[in-house]
């Protein structure tokens, strides 16, 4: 039954960051040139946001091919509305950009503590999920 799960939490995660990546063009607040980037991200924390989820809340709802879709479904489209609220997109000032030293390497840091923060996420999900089946 677990590989039944997570295969549909697969399948509804690459559809909500299809949608949202490609689709509505969300991108990553820190690359917003990279499509493929942004929406691996996103397909990253749905999926492993899904699964938790789903493992720790009791079942309910309609059946299908033996698990219950509704859960999954909403912690996905609740996880994606959360992502696109907090990261509103970079604003522009017209005229040329011109940054300083500082300004870079303050933007090097904020990126990698950003991604560091990112994989701890995963890594807390993946335990919370690999737990909901024992526990």
């Known amino acids: ?19 949202l990546g490609l689709g509505f063009g969300w991108r990553h607040p820190s690359r917003p040139e990279a499509v ?10 749905l999926v492993f946001a899904m699964w938790a989820g789903s493992g720790w809340f009791p079942a309910m709802g309609p059946v299908l091919f033996g698990i219950h879709w ?5 912690v996905g489209l609740l996880v994606a509305l959360i992502v696109l609220a907090v990261s509103a997109p970079p604003r522009k000032e ?30 807390g999900l993946l335990a919370t999920g690999v737990a909901s089946y024992y526990i």
């Open 1 to 19: 039954m677990i590989w039944i799960d997570i295969i549909f939490i697969i399948i509804i995660a690459a559809i909500i960051s299809g949608i």
């Open 36 to 45: 493929g980037v942004s929406t691996l991200f996103l397909f990253l924390l």
């Open 70 to 74: 509704v859960f999954p479904l909403v």
């Open 94 to 123: 017209p005229g040329p950009s011109v940054k300083t030293i500082q300004e870079e390497e303050d933007e090097i840091v904020a990126t990698t503590v950003f991604g560091i923060f990112f994989w701890i996420l995963i890594i």
